[in-house]
C-alpha cells in the first residue's frame, strides 16, 4: 500500500483504478448517504465511469498531494472511508477543502477527527496551504462537531443546492466552517 498519511490507527493512500468496489459499498449504505443523497445509493456506474476517474485525474492535477484518500485501519487493514483534501476545481491552491465519507462500522471511534487533523497537520505544515474550509448540511450535527473538535471556525450560511432538496433537513440550508494557518498554528 503506498500510503500518503499515517496517523495512529489510520494509513491513507491514494486510491487506484482496483477501487471501484470499495466506493460503491461505501455510497450505497442509506445511513452514509443520509445528507448527501437523502440515502440514495450513488450508481455503479456513475462510481466507475465519473468518480473514479475524476480522482485519479485530480492526483495528476495536483502531483499527487491533493485529492481524495482511502481511509484503512492500521490494525486491521480495513477499508473504513475515505477523506478529501483539495482545493475547488478552479481554485487557488492555497485554499482546500477538507471532507470525510466513513463506513457506519467506523462511526464513533474518533477516526474522522484523528484523520482530519493529520490533515490539516499536513495541509499547514507541508503543502502551502492559507485556509482550509469544510460544509456540511446544517443538521449533520456529527459532522459539524468534528469540525468544532478542530478548531474550525463557522464561517457562513449556504443555501441547499437544488440536487439535495429532497434531503431531510434541506430547508435549514448548509454550513461553511474554516480554519487558516494562522489559527492552526495557535493551537
Known amino acids: 500500500m503506498d ?21 460503491i459499498e461505501l455510497d450505497s449504505d442509506p445511513a452514509v448517504m443520509r445528507y448527501l443523497s437523502g440515502g440514495n445509493p450513488t450508481a455503479p456506474e456513475i462510481v466507475r465511469e465519473r468518480y473514479l476517474p475524476n480522482i485519479l485525474a485530480g492526483y495528476e492535477k495536483w502531483d499527487g498531494d ?7 485501519e492500521k490494525d486491521s487493514g480495513a477499508f473504513i472511508g475515505w477523506f478529501i483534501l483539495r482545493p475547488e476545481p478552479e481554485g487557488p491552491l492555497d485554499e482546500v477543502e477538507l471532507g470525510y465519507r466513513l463506513r457506519q462500522a467506523a462511526w464513533g471511534n474518533g477516526y474522522a477527527t484523528e484523520g482530519s487533523r493529520a490533515l490539516l497537520g499536513k495541509a499547514f505544515s507541508e503543502l502551502g496551504v492559507r485556509m482550509v474550509w469544510a460544509e ?18 463557522l464561517a457562513d450560511t449556504i443555501p441547499t443546492p437544488s440536487d439535495m432538496e429532497m434531503v431531510e433537513g434541506s430547508e435549514h440550508g448548509g454550513v461553511r466552517y474554516e480554519i487558516t494557518k494562522e489559527q492552526w498554528e495557535r493551537q
Do not use: C, P, Q, W
Not at 495512529?8 to 466506493?23: I, P
Not at 491533493?66 to 484503512?72: I, K, N, V, Y
Not at 456540511?136 to 471556525?153: F, H
Open 3 to 23: 500510503t500518503y498519511l499515517e496517523t495512529e490507527r489510520l494509513a491513507l493512500r491514494r486510491f487506484t483504478a482496483d477501487d471501484a468496489d470499495l466506493l
Open 66 to 72: 491533493l485529492g481524495l484518500f482511502a481511509a484503512h
Open 136 to 153: 456540511t448540511m446544517s443538521v449533520n450535527r456529527g459532522s459539524r462537531n468534528i469540525m468544532e473538535k478542530l478548531k474550525m471556525t
